[in-house]
C-alpha cells in the first residue's frame, strides 16, 4: 500500500506523537509499505524525499511548529504531489491542525479512504498551556469548524469545563470526518465515543520501533544507592515537570536525570538552582530514542506524574520495552504500564509519599522488574502493524462499497456547509478559496445548503441530480440580477423566464449555430494573427491583458463587421470592461447598499446609456441597410420565429449583444489564460502542441480549417474548459421546487458548480492532474461526458458554447504558433473568484519567437 500519512509537526521536533508516527511509518516500511509524510515543515533539517513539507503561514511559530492552513496554495502542492508520486491507497490523519486538515481535504477531494488517529488530549494541552483556554479552544473551534463539518451531536460531560468542550469539537470533528478512526487506547476511544463520535473506531496500541529493540535487553538494578528516576518527554506544564522536580526534592535518598526539551526548561533549571538540587536532578536535554531507552535501562524506574492529559504515554511503552517499572498518577494510563506503582492520588504530597516508600525498600521494584521480564515484545512495533493494516482494508472496503450519499427526505436533512459565520454566511470562504470550498461540497451530500449574505442556496452535487432539475419542467428566475443589470441588458435571455425565455433562446441561438459560426471564424483568425504577430519578443506581458483585450476585440468584430459598426465596437472597446467589473459587485450588494454607491452608480448609468445609444445606432444602421454581413446581429435583425412568426426589436438586440459581451468575454479570456498558462508550465504538451501546429500550419497565418486537423489542441482545450469550468452558477426557484422527495422553497437559489463536479474523482480520474489525453480518441470512451458540465445543463444551457471553443482553440494556436511562453519565475498565477469561471490573476511572461 502506499500511505500518505498527514502530521502537524515535523518528524525532527519532539513530542509523544511525532516518536509514534516515526515508528509507525517505520513499521509499515519494514512491511513492505510505502509512506509519504506531509508535515509543517522544519527549516532546520535535511529534505527527505519520502516527506513533503507544506507551506507554512508567514506568521511567528506557535510552540515552536510552524503553522500550516489548509489553503489552495497547499492543496495545490498536495495534489501535485499526489500526481507525481502515483496512487495513494490510504490518507493517515495523526492530528487536528492545518496539515491534518489539509490530509482530510485531499483524500476527500481524491475520494481516498480515509483513517485517522485521535491521540492528542488538545483540551488538555490548552487548559495547561495557554494564558487564556477558554478563548483559545474557542478560537481553534471556529478556525477547525471553518474546514471540518461539526455537525455530530456531542453530549454534555459533567464537570467538562467550557474551553475543554471547546477543544473537544476539534478532536471529535476531525475523528468524526474520516471513513475509521484508530485510538491508542481504550480509555482514549471511550472518551472519543463518549463526546458523541459515531465512526467505527479500533483500539490499535502505538509500538516501539524494533530496530531500537532488537538486541537489547533489560539490565539489572542494584538494590543499593538512591532511588534514581528518569523522566523522558516534553518539558511543558501537562506533562508536570515541575510538580516531579518538587516530589524528588521531597524525597530522601532520591536522584532524577530528565531528558527532554521544552518550553519550560528555564523554569526547571532555576527551581533547581534555587532548591540547590544540582548533585540531584539533572537535565540532560534533548536526546535520540535509543539514548532515552538506554538512560531508561540504566534507571529504577520512570517518573510519569501526567494526569488527564497523556491518551497512552510513549514513554511508557518504552519503559515497558526496557523492563523498567513505572511512577505514575493518573488511573487512565493503567491500561498502558503493566507494572507499575501508582500515588493514591497526583498531589505532589502523594507522589513524594510513592517515591519514599520506593526507595525506602526496593522489593517492590525488584517485583514490578520480574513481572516485566518477557514484555518487550508486546510493544514491539511490528506486533501493531497488522492490526493497522486491517484498519486500512477496512476503511478502503468501506469506501469502495459506500452507496452514494442518500438523499435527504425533508429539507431539515440537507447539511449545510461548514465554516457559515453570522451576517455573512459562506461568503468569506467561497471568496478566500473558491474552488476549496465547492470541493469540499459533494462529501456533505447530493445537496448542500449553503448561505451567501441574506441569501440561502441550495447547490446540487451530482450531474445527475442537477441535470433531473434542469431538464424538467422547474422555472428558474434571476430577479436579483436582472435589477442589478437593467440599465445595461436587463432584457437578456439569461434573465427571461418561463415562455418568454423560451421564445428568447429560440430567436437568438441561430445567430450562434455551427452554420455561421464558419463565417465569424474568418473573422476571429484575422484578429488572432495580427494580434499574435504584433506581440513583443523578449519582454515582458501580461498575457492576461492580452487574451482580454484579444477576445474583446473579436467578440465585438463577430457582433459586428460591417464597416459603419466602427463606433460601436470604439464604445464597447471603452466601456466594457468596467461595466463587466461592476456586475458581480452591483448584483452581490442588496438594492439599498448599491443604491448608497452614488458615484459608482452615477459612472454606471451614464456608461450604460452610452454604449446602449452606440449598439443601437449600428443596429438601426444594419435595419436600414438590410444586408447580411455575416455577423451576430445580422443574424438576430433577419430572424424570424417559425412557430410565432416573432422578429427581435432594437431593443432585444441591444440587449442580447451585450449579454454576449457580459457573458462571452470574461471567461473566453480566462479560460484562453489559463489553457496559456498550463501549457508554460508543461513542456511535454507545449511540444507536442507545437509538433501538431508546425505539421498542419507551418509559419504562415493560422485559418479556421486548420482546427480540424488539430486534434491534440482540442483535446487541450478541453481538458482546460474542464480543469478550469466555471465555479458557480446559480438561478432562483421560481416556484416551490421539488427534488425527490423534499420541496425546496421558492425563491431559493439553485446552484451548481462545474468545476466541483469535473474535480470529483467519481467522474474522471485523478482530476486534480491537467491532462488532455482523457480526451482522446482511445481515452474518450472512459470519460464521462455528463460530468461535463462547464457551459451548463438543459433550459438554459450556454447558447455560445462552440463559439468558445472555436475562439479559445485559434487565439491558442495563433499564439503558440509563433511564440515559446516562459513563465515570469517567481510569480505566482493565483485563481481570483470575481467571475463565474475563476481567472489568471496575471500572467506576467516572455514570449520567444519559434
Ligand atoms: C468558455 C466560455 C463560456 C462558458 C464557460 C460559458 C458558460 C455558461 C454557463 C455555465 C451558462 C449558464 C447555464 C445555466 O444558467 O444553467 C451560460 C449561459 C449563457 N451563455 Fe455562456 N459561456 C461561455 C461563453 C459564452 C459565449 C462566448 C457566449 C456568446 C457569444 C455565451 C452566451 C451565453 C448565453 C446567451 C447564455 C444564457 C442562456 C440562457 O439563459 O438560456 N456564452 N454560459
Given at each position: 500500500?502506499?500511505?500518505?500519512?498527514?502530521?502537524?509537526?515535523?518528524?525532527?521536533?519532539?513530542?509523544?506523537?511525532?516518536?509514534?508516527?516515526?515508528?509507525?511509518?517505520?513499521?509499515?516500511e519494514?512491511?513492505?509499505?510505502?509512506?509519504?509524510?506531509?508535515?509543517?515543515?522544519?527549516?532546520?533539517?535535511?529534505?527527505?524525499?519520502?516527506?513533503?513539507?507544506?507551506?507554512?503561514?508567514?506568521?511567528?511559530?506557535?510552540?515552536?511548529?510552524?503553522?500550516?492552513?489548509?489553503?489552495?496554495?497547499?492543496?495545490?502542492?498536495?495534489?501535485a504531489?499526489?500526481?507525481?508520486?502515483?496512487?495513494?491507497?490510504?490518507?493517515?490523519?495523526?492530528?487536528?491542525?492545518?496539515?491534518?486538515?489539509?490530509?482530510?481535504?485531499?483524500?476527500?477531494?481524491?475520494?481516498?479512504?480515509?483513517?485517522?488517529?485521535?491521540?492528542?488530549?488538545?483540551d488538555?494541552?490548552?487548559?495547561?498551556?495557554?494564558?487564556?483556554?477558554?478563548?483559545?479552544?474557542?478560537?481553534?473551534?471556529?478556525?477547525?469548524?471553518?474546514?471540518?463539518?461539526?455537525?455530530?451531536?456531542?453530549?454534555?460531560?459533567?464537570?467538562?469545563?467550557?474551553?475543554?468542550?471547546?477543544?473537544?469539537?476539534?478532536?471529535?470533528?476531525?475523528?468524526?470526518?474520516?471513513?475509521?478512526?484508530?485510538?491508542?487506547?481504550?480509555?482514549?476511544?471511550?472518551?472519543?465515543?463518549?463526546?458523541?463520535?459515531?465512526?467505527?473506531?479500533?483500539?490499535?496500541?502505538?509500538?516501539?520501533?524494533?530496530?531500537?529493540?532488537?538486541?537489547?535487553?533489560?539490565?539489572?538494578?542494584?538494590?543499593?544507592?538512591?532511588?534514581?528516576?528518569?523522566?523522558?518527554?516534553r518539558?511543558?506544564?501537562?506533562?508536570?515537570?515541575l510538580?516531579?522536580?518538587?516530589?524528588?526534592?521531597?524525597?530522601?535518598?532520591?536522584?532524577?536525570?530528565?531528558?527532554?526539551?521544552?518550553?519550560?526548561?528555564?523554569?526547571?533549571?532555576?527551581r533547581?538552582?534555587?532548591?540547590?538540587?544540582?548533585?540531584?536532578?539533572?537535565?540532560?536535554?534533548?536526546?535520540?530514542?535509543?539514548?532515552c531507552?538506554?538512560?531508561?535501562?540504566?534507571?529504577?524506574?520512570?517518573?510519569?506524574?501526567?494526569?488527564?492529559?497523556?491518551?497512552?504515554?510513549?514513554?511508557?511503552?518504552?519503559?515497558?520495552?526496557?523492563?523498567?517499572?513505572?511512577?505514575?498518577?493518573?488511573?487512565?494510563?493503567?491500561?498502558?504500564?503493566?507494572?507499575?506503582?501508582?500515588?493514591?492520588?497526583?498531589?505532589?504530597?502523594?507522589?513524594?509519599?510513592?517515591?519514599?516508600?520506593?526507595?525506602?525498600?526496593?522489593?517492590?521494584?525488584?517485583?514490578?522488574?520480574?513481572r516485566?521480564?518477557?514484555?518487550?515484545?508486546?510493544?514491539?512495533?511490528?506486533?501493531?502493524?497488522?492490526?493497522?493494516?486491517?484498519?486500512?482494508?477496512?476503511?478502503g472496503?468501506?469506501?469502495?462499497?459506500?452507496?452514494?450519499?442518500?438523499?435527504?427526505?425533508?429539507?431539515?436533512?440537507?447539511?449545510?456547509?461548514?465554516?457559515?459565520?453570522?451576517?455573512?454566511?459562506?461568503?468569506?470562504?467561497?471568496?478566500?478559496?473558491?474552488?476549496?470550498?465547492v470541493?469540499?461540497?459533494?462529501?456533505?451530500?447530493?445537496?448542500?445548503?449553503?448561505?451567501?449574505?441574506?441569501?440561502?442556496?441550495?447547490?446540487?452535487?451530482?450531474?445527475?441530480?442537477?441535470?433531473?432539475?434542469?431538464?424538467?419542467?422547474?422555472?428558474?428566475?434571476r430577479?436579483?440580477?436582472?435589477e442589478?443589470?437593467?440599465?445595461?441588458?436587463?432584457?437578456?435571455?439569461?434573465?427571461?423566464?418561463?415562455?418568454?425565455?423560451?421564445?428568447?433562446?429560440?430567436?437568438?441561438?441561430?445567430?450562434?449555430?455551427?452554420?455561421?459560426?464558419?463565417?465569424?471564424?474568418?473573422?476571429?483568425?484575422?484578429?488572432?494573427?495580427?494580434?499574435?504577430?504584433?506581440?513583443?519578443?523578449?519582454?515582458?506581458?501580461?498575457?492576461?491583458?492580452?487574451?482580454?483585450?484579444?477576445?474583446?476585440?473579436?467578440?465585438?468584430?463577430?457582433?459586428?463587421?460591417a464597416?459603419?459598426?466602427?463606433?460601436?465596437?470604439?464604445?464597447?472597446?471603452?466601456?466594457?470592461p468596467?461595466?463587466?467589473?461592476?456586475?458581480?459587485?452591483?448584483?452581490?450588494?442588496?438594492p439599498?447598499?448599491?443604491?448608497?454607491?452614488?458615484?459608482?452608480?452615477?459612472?454606471?448609468?451614464?456608461?450604460?446609456?452610452?454604449?446602449?445609444?452606440?449598439?443601437?445606432?449600428?443596429?438601426?444602421e444594419?435595419?436600414?441597410?438590410?444586408?447580411?454581413?455575416?455577423?451576430?446581429?445580422?443574424?438576430?435583425?433577419?430572424?424570424?420565429?417559425?412557430?410565432?412568426?416573432?422578429?427581435?426589436?432594437?431593443?432585444?438586440?441591444?440587449?442580447?449583444?451585450?449579454?454576449?459581451?457580459?457573458?462571452?468575454?470574461?471567461?473566453?479570456?480566462?479560460?484562453?489564460?489559463?489553457?496559456?498558462?498550463?501549457?508554460?508550465?508543461?513542456?511535454?504538451?507545449?511540444?507536442?502542441?507545437?509538433?501538431?501546429?508546425?505539421?498542419?500550419?507551418?509559419?504562415?497565418?493560422?485559418?479556421?480549417?486548420?482546427?480540424?486537423?488539430?486534434?491534440?489542441?482540442?483535446?487541450v482545450?478541453?481538458?482546460?474548459?474542464?480543469?478550469?469550468?466555471?465555479?458557480?452558477?446559480?438561478?432562483?426557484?421560481?416556484?416551490?421546487?421539488?427534488?425527490?422527495?423534499?420541496?425546496?422553497?421558492?425563491?431559493?437559489?439553485?446552484?451548481f458548480?462545474?468545476?466541483?463536479?469535473?474535480?470529483?474523482?467519481?467522474?474522471?480520474?485523478?482530476?486534480?492532474?491537467?491532462?488532455?489525453?482523457?480526451?482522446?480518441?482511445?481515452?474518450?470512451?472512459?470519460?464521462?461526458?455528463?460530468?461535463?458540465?462547464?457551459?451548463?445543463?438543459g433550459?438554459?444551457?450556454?447558447?455560445?458554447?462552440?463559439?468558445?471553443?472555436?475562439?479559445?482553440a485559434?487565439?491558442?494556436?495563433?499564439?503558440?504558433?509563433?511564440?515559446?511562453?516562459?513563465?515570469?519565475?517567481?510569480?505566482?498565477?493565483?485563481?481570483?473568484n470575481?467571475?463565474?469561471?475563476?481567472?489568471?490573476?496575471?500572467?506576467?511572461?516572455?514570449?520567444?519567437?519559434?
Amino acid at each position: 500500500m502506499h500511505i500518505a500519512m498527514f502530521v502537524d509537526y515535523h518528524p525532527a521536533s519532539l513530542g509523544g506523537v511525532q516518536t509514534a508516527v516515526a515508528g509507525l511509518r517505520r513499521g509499515l516500511e519494514r512491511a513492505g509499505h510505502r509512506v509519504t509524510l506531509f508535515v509543517a515543515p522544519d527549516p532546520a533539517t535535511e529534505p527527505d524525499p519520502d516527506i513533503v513539507a507544506l507551506h507554512p503561514l508567514s506568521i511567528p511559530a506557535v510552540n515552536g511548529f510552524e503553522v500550516v492552513a489548509p489553503n489552495r496554495r497547499n492543496a495545490a502542492l498536495i495534489d501535485a504531489e499526489f500526481a507525481a508520486r502515483g496512487p495513494i491507497d490510504i490518507v493517515h490523519t495523526q492530528s487536528t491542525y492545518g496539515v491534518a486538515i489539509a490530509g482530510m481535504k485531499a483524500a476527500r477531494r481524491h475520494r481516498i479512504p480515509l483513517v485517522h488517529t485521535a491521540q492528542s488530549r488538545d483540551d488538555a494541552f490548552i487548559e495547561h498551556t495557554s494564558p487564556a483556554p477558554y478563548a483559545t479552544a474557542l478560537a481553534l473551534r471556529a478556525l477547525h469548524g471553518r474546514y471540518v463539518p461539526h455537525a455530530h451531536h456531542m453530549p454534555h460531560r459533567d464537570g467538562e469545563s467550557g474551553a475543554a468542550r471547546h477543544a473537544w469539537w476539534t478532536i471529535s470533528g476531525q475523528a468524526q470526518a474520516a471513513d475509521r478512526v484508530i485510538a491508542p487506547t481504550r480509555h482514549f476511544a471511550d472518551l472519543l465515543l463518549a463526546h458523541g463520535l459515531t465512526r467505527p473506531i479500533t483500539v490499535v496500541s502505538n509500538g516501539v520501533d524494533d530496530a531500537l529493540l532488537d538486541g537489547r535487553t533489560a539490565v539489572a538494578r542494584p538494590a543499593d544507592g538512591p532511588l534514581r528516576l528518569v523522566w523522558c518527554g516534553r518539558l511543558s506544564g501537562e506533562k508536570r515537570l515541575l510538580e516531579s522536580i518538587e516530589a524528588v526534592r521531597r524525597t530522601d535518598h532520591c536522584v532524577l536525570d530528565i531528558y527532554g526539551d521544552g518550553d519550560l526548561r528555564g523554569a526547571a533549571v532555576g527551581r533547581i538552582v534555587e532548591r540547590r538540587l544540582g548533585q540531584r536532578i539533572r537535565l540532560h536535554g534533548r536526546v535520540s530514542q535509543a539514548e532515552c531507552l538506554d538512560a531508561m535501562a540504566d534507571a529504577d524506574a520512570l517518573l510519569f506524574p501526567s494526569n488527564g492529559f497523556d491518551t497512552q504515554g510513549m514513554a511508557l511503552l518504552e519503559a515497558t520495552a526496557v523492563g523498567l517499572p513505572v511512577v505514575y498518577c493518573d488511573p487512565a494510563l493503567a491500561e498502558s504500564v503493566p507494572a507499575g506503582v501508582r500515588s493514591a492520588d497526583p498531589s505532589v504530597e502523594a507522589l513524594a509519599e510513592t517515591l519514599a516508600e520506593l526507595a525506602a525498600d526496593r522489593s517492590v521494584l525488584a517485583e514490578l522488574r520480574t513481572r516485566l521480564a518477557g514484555r518487550a515484545d508486546t510493544v514491539r512495533q511490528s506486533r501493531q502493524i497488522a492490526r493497522v493494516l486491517e484498519v486500512y482494508r477496512d476503511a478502503g472496503a468501506a469506501v469502495a462499497s459506500a452507496t452514494p450519499l442518500a438523499m435527504p427526505r425533508t429539507l431539515a436533512d440537507i447539511p449545510t456547509a461548514p465554516g457559515r459565520v453570522p451576517v455573512l454566511g459562506h461568503s468569506l470562504r467561497a471568496l478566500a478559496d473558491a474552488p476549496g470550498f465547492v470541493t469540499s461540497l459533494p462529501a456533505l451530500g447530493p445537496i448542500v445548503r449553503v448561505h451567501f449574505g441574506r441569501q440561502t442556496g441550495y447547490v446540487l452535487t451530482t450531474p445527475d441530480l442537477l441535470r433531473e432539475v434542469n431538464l424538467g419542467d422547474a422555472e428558474f428566475e434571476r430577479e436579483d440580477l436582472r435589477e442589478a443589470i437593467a440599465d445595461i441588458a436587463g432584457g437578456a435571455v439569461n434573465v427571461l423566464r418561463g415562455p418568454e425565455h423560451r421564445l428568447r433562446r429560440r430567436m437568438i441561438s441561430p445567430a450562434l449555430r455551427q452554420s455561421r459560426l464558419a463565417e465569424y471564424a474568418e473573422a476571429a483568425a484575422d484578429i488572432a494573427n495580427a494580434w499574435a504577430a504584433a506581440l513583443p519578443a523578449d519582454r515582458r506581458v501580461n498575457l492576461m491583458d492580452e487574451a482580454h483585450g484579444l477576445v474583446l476585440d473579436t467578440v465585438s468584430a463577430t457582433l459586428f463587421t460591417a464597416d459603419f459598426g466602427d463606433s460601436a465596437r470604439r464604445e464597447i472597446r471603452d466601456n466594457v470592461p468596467w461595466l463587466l467589473s461592476q456586475v458581480i459587485v452591483r448584483t452581490a450588494l442588496p438594492p439599498r447598499l448599491r443604491g448608497l454607491r452614488m458615484i459608482a452608480n452615477y459612472r454606471w448609468r451614464s456608461k450604460s446609456r452610452h454604449l446602449r445609444a452606440a449598439v443601437g445606432a449600428a443596429v438601426r444602421e444594419y435595419r436600414r441597410r438590410d444586408e447580411d454581413f455575416n455577423d451576430v446581429v445580422s443574424a438576430l435583425i433577419r430572424h424570424t420565429d417559425s412557430e410565432t412568426g416573432a422578429r427581435l426589436s432594437d431593443d432585444h438586440i441591444i440587449d442580447e449583444a451585450i449579454l454576449m459581451l457580459a457573458g462571452g468575454v470574461g471567461s473566453m479570456a480566462s479560460l484562453t489564460g489559463w489553457l496559456w498558462h498550463e501549457v508554460s508550465l508543461r513542456p511535454a504538451i507545449a511540444e507536442r502542441l507545437y509538433a501538431e501546429l508546425d505539421a498542419v500550419v507551418g509559419t504562415g497565418d493560422v485559418r479556421p480549417e486548420h482546427l480540424a486537423a488539430m486534434p491534440y489542441l482540442k483535446q487541450v482545450v478541453s481538458e482546460t474548459i474542464r480543469f478550469w469550468g466555471p465555479w458557480i452558477s446559480a438561478a432562483n426557484a421560481g416556484a416551490d421546487l421539488p427534488i425527490g422527495d423534499v420541496v425546496i422553497p421558492a425563491g431559493a437559489a439553485i446552484m451548481f458548480s462545474p468545476y466541483m463536479v469535473q474535480h470529483d474523482p467519481r467522474w474522471f480520474t485523478h482530476p486534480e492532474s491537467f491532462d488532455p489525453d482523457r480526451w482522446s480518441a482511445e481515452n474518450a470512451a472512459d470519460t464521462v461526458k455528463k460530468a461535463m458540465i462547464s457551459f451548463g445543463v438543459g433550459r438554459r444551457r450556454c447558447l455560445g458554447d462552440h463559439f468558445a471553443m472555436l475562439e479559445i482553440a485559434l487565439a491558442s494556436a495563433a499564439l503558440l504558433s509563433r511564440w515559446r511562453i516562459t513563465p515570469v519565475p517567481g510569480h505566482r498565477v493565483r485563481a481570483s473568484n470575481r467571475d463565474f469561471v475563476l481567472s489568471p490573476s496575471a500572467l506576467p511572461v516572455t514570449l520567444r519567437a519559434r
